[in-house]
């Protein structure tokens, strides 16, 4: 169970850094994600689901996408994000952008 928590809390981590680097690549955005107000993160997550590719150039698996989504989730909601990124509907734009 500790292995467990383990790689998931790195596994967390390592995609929050990927979308850290694309909010600074793209929107000059220096801000910790849960300091961004909802409408504006969830135009950079869609932005950031649709664009994003792996370091060879390829594009990532849905299944890969959806659990960086978990990942910004689980995060968000351990900042005590106003919104739960998964159900509310003011992310339907970053959920619809799954759905590629």
Known sequence: MILYKA????KTASDLRLLKQFLRDV???EDDIETIEPDTLCSYMAEFFVSV???DGQQYEPLTLRSFFASFSRHLK???YPEQIIESPLFNK???ALKF
């Open 7 to 10: 790689r998931k809390m790195r």
């Open 27 to 29: 929107h000059s955005q």
């Open 53 to 55: 590719r792996k370091p």
């Open 78 to 80: 351990e900042k005590d």
């Open 94 to 96: 970053a959920r619809e």
